[in-house]
């Protein structure tokens, strides 16, 4: 079988011919806009008889590949001395160092193209053009050569046969990994309940390019069930890459695990995991230049090499990439996208495919594969999106910067001058409000003043001098950038949200209703498959999420038999805000008799620290029988572990822990069989309320009339549920769960309650103790 293959001269030539250092590139919003700007603007400039946007293709067939290369040239003259081929670039590098600078990258495009053309106009002879216009100045520089085609022929033979070693190298792997994956069968004896139906349902939405949201139960293994079609769908190309998305580490572990799974059953496939830049990164204290890290110091003289050596396996995990890139002298970050870009699956956190920061460019720009996205805990994804399309500035580090460049910028120093005065005054506004202050117009001379800072800002930055306040100023120049990104996109969704605390304020551009550009992410994908145990309502996520009207919606129901588990619904207590006071005696002798019932492990969500310290305060001195352990804030992973680790099979002891619903033990933690006995609710979990809970409230009811349900109902169950999946984690658990709420029995919430949730509602004194009694002397526990 011979691999058929496309690519732009511009990777083939930037593939072979990359050199020197890892530059960091200083681009401000609108240039990507403004570079297309620029080309066109020098397109139309031209004389008569100048033809812009010239494609060409050219064939090359080996033994084992067919390989088509193909591109458009920017413009090509007709002259009496002969054709010149032109590639214009847009730059915001100094124009009196462009005279002096020779980009291999850029001379190796226009020459191929220039091969290209001769061939096809049977030209013995032409020159080629290299026309650089600077962003900001709108200079020009032109430069030409003038090559006979033997001397393209022979530049081009070079490059080609260069490419050629990797590119038979990368179609030997994909013959190997289309072999392997044909082979491949489901890697465990059977399917668990529920798992082939959502598999069946992955593979379908893929093969059709369509969406996909599945709801089904925790437990089933819905990673497998999600990345096994996929793979299976590659060797057909309808997932030229898979990017499996989690917000979580666990999530990605899990799916490391799945890819294991099916190597051992004789997968091959290159899989990477992406490691955020500030985890992975050698020298955090420096710049990413070569001024500064010796890791991008001649970071693409050694990329090639370093990734050949990488190839010849087949996991890029963490620790594959630091060995590698140590080795090379390589920054592992820079290393780690590259490599992405020649794996079959990578697994990455949400922001990589839609947050417009970070989002993977050299694929979603440039390449135009057919990628599949696999989002788990899709339930996350609402506010995820939020936090992605909203920006925030703060005042202090405008000062803080300001003072150091005074003496050496005094242009930049003068306008963070204007930009600190614009933010006194909104700091005042906010104080004479109460500390917030919510405005509905964009801040439009905010605005222009940023943009004025970040164009001088780059230009400074361009030049990589080395100055103690340069970090900070970079920091600062990202943190603008980003703000004026997302200005340039507000329209109704978005609200200005001003907080002062002291003597500092922050400015957020609130994103209120993330769906239209999470509609423009899906964009970038053939397939999606939205996968969690807490999809409900379905349309709330589908909304949020950006999905088209006609997606796909599988629930699966649970497979776990229904008598596991014993659900009951303390409906005579109210948690309302101002009832707690009142009732919290009640909660606390409901906890106290659900734990009571038999010896073993529990957790108890509570929606607040503060409801939380309320109950613990009266269980605590009644609670000598059992063992407490209470979550505090800003918990570290490393405390996190020590309690989960309590929560050991085995116990003399009840353990009873306390914690808040949507944190770090809200989901995402895996406590199997007796390692959880119950779970407590309290409340239905809603978000605080809080400004910007209030503004989505304010926008979904006048745009859906849902606006309590947006804001607060609907993530609020996605909490409980999250909460009460701890408790099941597959066919052999048993246990309880215990809802404390009135709401949980009314129809607005059990309309939401997935199929399988027929809770008991508690009557009578000793009521807890009657039906658990019945339970576990039933499940022989
Ligand atoms: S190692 Fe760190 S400082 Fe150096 S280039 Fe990479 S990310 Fe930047």
């Known amino acids: 079988v011979k691999l058929q293959q496309r690519i732009a001269v511009r990777t083939l030539v930037e593939t072979v011919l990359r050199a020197g250092d890892l530059e960091m590139v200083f681009m401000n919003p609108a240039r990507p806009l403004e570079g297309i700007r620029i080309h066109q603007k020098i397109q139309q400039s031209r004389p008569a008889g100048y033809q812009a946007e010239v494609s060409v293709n050219h ?114 792997w994909m013959l190997a990994r289309d072999f392997s994956i044909r082979e491949l069968e489901f890697p465990f004896e059977s399917y668990r309940p529920g798992q082939r139906q959502m598999a069946v349902a992955v593979y379908r939405a893929i093969r059709d390019g369509e969406q996909l949201m599945t709801e089904a139960a925790t437990g089933i293994g819905k990673t497998m069930a999600a ?22 580490t666990t999530g990605k572990a899990a799916a490391e695990q799945a890819i294991g799974e099916l190597r051992r059953k004789g997968l091959k496939l290159k899989s990477i995991t992406l490691t955020a830049k500030d985890k992975i990164c050698f020298c955090p204290e420096a710049a990413c230049t070569a001024a500064e890290c010796e890791f991008a110091q001649g970071f693409y003289d050694r990329i090639n090499a370093a990734l050949g050596d990488i190839f010849q396996h087949d996991l890029f995990d963490r620790d594959a990439i630091e060995h590698t890139a140590e080795a090379h002298r390589i920054c592992p970050f820079e290393f780690s996208l590259e490599l992405s870009l020649w794996s079959d699956c990578i697994v990455c956190d949400y922001n990589y495919a839609f947050d417009p920061r970070v989002y993977l460019r050299r694929f979603f720009v440039e390449a135009n594969e057919d990628y599949v996205f696999l989002v788990d805990e899709a339930h996350n994804l609402p506010d995820r999106a ?171 129901p649970s497979p776990f038999p229904r008598d596991n588990l014993s659900l009951l619904l303390a409906n005579g207590i109210s948690t309302l805000y101002n009832r707690r006071n009142d009732t919290k005696v009640a909660v606390a002798r409901a906890i106290l008799e659900l734990v009571r019932q038999k010896q073993g492990n529990y957790l108890i969500f509570f929606p607040s620290y503060a409801y939380m310290a309320m109950v613990y305060e009266l269980v605590e001195p009644n609670a000598t029988d059992v063992d407490l352990r209470c979550q505090i804030p800003d918990m570290p992973e490393s405390e996190r572990d020590r309690f989960l680790s309590e929560f050991t099979v085995g116990r003399q002891d009840t353990l009873v822990g306390f914690v808040v619903m949507g944190g770090i033990f809200g989901e995402g933690i895996d406590l199997t069989g007796d390692r959880l006995t119950g779970a407590a609710i309290v409340g239905v979990g809603l978000p605080g309320i809080c400004s910007e809970r209030e503004l989505i409230r304010e926008y979904f009811d006048e745009s859906l009339n849902a606006g309590f349900d947006y804001a607060y109902r609907f993530p609020g169950l996605a909490r409980v549920f999250q909460a009460a999946g701890r408790v099941i984690r597959s066919e052999h658990d048993r246990g309880v769960v215990l809802l404390i709420d009135e709401r949980f029995g009314t129809y607005r919430y059990r309309q939401l309650f997935p199929p399988h949730w027929q809770p008991i509602t508690l009557r009578g004194e000793r009521a807890v103790e009657r039906n658990l009694h019945k339970f576990w002397m039933n499940v022989g526990k």
């Open 227 to 248: 990345l096994f079609p996929a793979i299976k769908a590659q060797p057909d190309g309808w997932a030229g890459k898979i990017f499996y998305l989690s917000a979580r």
């Open 59 to 172: 064939e090359v067939k080996t033994e084992k590949i067919d390989l088509v290369i193909g591109g458009r040239i920017d413009g090509v003259f007709t002259t009496d001395d002969g054709a010149i081929v032109e590639e214009i670039k847009s730059t915001t590098r100094d124009p009196a160092a462009l005279e002096a600078w020779d980009n291999p990258v850029h001379w190796g495009q226009v020459k191929v193209y220039a091969y290209f053309y001769a061939l096809a106009h049977d030209l013995g002879a032409l020159t080629t053009q290299l026309t650089y216009c600077h962003v900001d100045s709108g200079e020009i520089i032109e430069k030409q050569e003038h090559f006979l085609r033997t001397e393209l022929a022979e530049f081009f033979d070079d490059v080609l046969n260069r490419y050629m070693q990797w590119a038979e190298t990368v179609g030997d």
């Open 386 to 556: 939020r936090d992605m399309f909203s920006a925030r500035i703060t005042k202090q580090p405008f000062l803080d910067v300001r003072r150091q460049l005074k003496d050496e910028l005094p242009n930049l120093y003068s306008l963070l001058g204007r930009i600190n005065t614009r933010l006194v005054k909104a700091r005042n506004t906010c104080r004479e409000n109460g500390g917030e202050w919510v405005e509905k117009e964009p801040p439009n001379g905010l605005y222009a003043l940023l943009r004025k800072f970040l164009q001088g800002a780059e230009k400074w930055l361009a030049q990589n001098v080395k100055t103690p306040f340069r970090q900070d100023l970079l920091d600062l120049y990202f943190e603008g950038n980003n703000f004026v990104r997302v200005f340039d996109q507000f329209n109704d969704t978005y609200a200005v949200c001003h907080e002062t605390d002291h003597k500092d304020l922050s400015v957020k551009l609130f994103c209120m209703d993330p769906s239209l550009q999470m509609r423009e992410a899906l964009t970038r994908c053939r397939s999606a498959v939205f996968f969690s145990a807490t999809l409900r309502p379905p349309n709330y996520y589908q909304k949020l999420s950006g999905c088209s009207d006609d997606m796909r919606h599988v629930v699966i």
